[in-house]
């Protein structure tokens, strides 16, 4: 089955500490997103890529780094410097015929800084 | 700017219930387009409809029903008779085809609750 998978789905950071969240896709799309969620908000973008080795700031880049290694990765690390980290975490993807493509997002990560 | 609006922040009916969810959006450009995800609790948005500025046609997918209209700047989403499975936090989306990036401007949801 196609689809965009997260992992893991919850975990845990004591503060100080880095964290990767992992997104991986085998849909073939071009483009892959990471958004934060936070309670009764909407979703705001933090990084997106276009392609293999390239890759944007959303509106709220700070404390967070990405690669885009490989079409089917886009790990984020959130780092040390993000001072509210705790949210929940979505990973998108759309292909990459327009700007405008319909985004699909996978099931969540849910990270707690204790 | 963009912006999207979704006034009621939650809604309660009880099944079969007809139920309209509103979206309100803001945009400064001629080419745009529009989205409504459903949010279960289990967390992930799971794509409805994807329409573009240039197309008012209303839709109609089994229960559910979008009614689009540019004079008003409204991309409203009914669902008819509803069922407990319904329940969830629904999201209305904006992306426009001009600018520099993709980011998907979503409003901040109406929590659906679908009472037995």
């Known amino acids: 089955d196609g689809g965009i998978t997260q992992s893991p789905k919850y975990l845990f950071r004591k503060e100080g500490q880095n964290v990767t969240l992992s997104c991986e896709q085998n849909l073939n799309h071009d483009a892959m997103y990471w958004y934060r969620q936070d309670p009764g908000q909407g979703l705001r973008l933090i990084y997106y890529s276009q392609i293999v080795n390239d890759f944007q700031k959303g509106d709220i880049a700070e404390g967070y780094s990405v690669s885009r290694e490989k079409k089917e990765s886009f790990p984020l690390t959130v780092t040390s410097a993000q001072k509210n980290p705790t949210a929940f975490y979505l990973c998108a993807s759309s292909h990459f015929s327009g700007r405008t493509d319909t985004q699909y997002f996978g099931p969540g990560t849910r990270l707690t800084v204790l | ?116």
């Open chain 2, 1 to 116: 700017a963009q912006k999207v609006t979704q006034a009621q922040t939650e809604i309660s009916v009880v099944e079969k219930e007809d139920v309209t969810l509103d979206c309100v959006y803001e945009t400064r450009d001629t080419t745009y387009y529009l989205f409504w995800y459903k949010q279960p609790p289990s967390g992930e948005l799971v794509f409805l409809i994807r329409r573009n500025s240039f197309d008012e046609q209303n839709e109609i997918s089994g229960r559910y029903s979008w009614n689009f209209q540019k004079s008003t700047s409204s991309f409203n989403f009914t669902i008819t008779a509803s069922q407990v499975v319904d329940s969830a936090v629904y999201f209305c989306a904006l992306i426009h085809s001009g600018g520099s990036n993709y980011k998907l401007t979503f409003g901040k949801g109406t929590l659906l609750t679908v009472n037995p």
